[in-house]
């Protein structure tokens, strides 16, 4: 559960948004007005892969899967499928974002 919380904080937190360490955070919120396109997807997908790698090295990204809700539903639907470092068990983690 703590990797799912860590995945959550790290999805959600807006680059900028931690003092601490201003490049931490993937900040889905921002995408969520933007169409479905090929350019939303190509951002967003390589940004989670780069900051699991920095700041969730114990976990191995297997499968990333985002579906963003029509116009009127501004919603972004994300499965993460991974595995950590102490397990040989594939692991999911589904995550709506809305307004």
């Known amino acids: 559960e703590a990797i799912k919380q860590n995945l959550k904080m790290l999805l ?31 951002e967003i997908k390589p940004s989670i ?4 790698a920095l700041y969730m090295p114990y976990i191995r990204l297997l499968h990333v899967n985002l579906e963003f809700g029509s116009v009127d539903n501004n919603a972004l639907r994300i499965e993460i499928k991974y595995k ?10 589904n995550l709506v974002v809305s307004l």
């Open 12 to 42: 959600l937190t807006s680059p900028g948004e931690y003092v601490m360490d201003p490049q931490f955070g993937v900040g889905l919120y921002n995408y969520l007005f933007e169409l479905e396109s090929e350019p939303s997807v190509a």
């Open 49 to 52: 892969y780069n900051q699991v």
């Open 84 to 93: 950590t470092s102490e397990s040989e068990v594939n692991e999911a983690f």
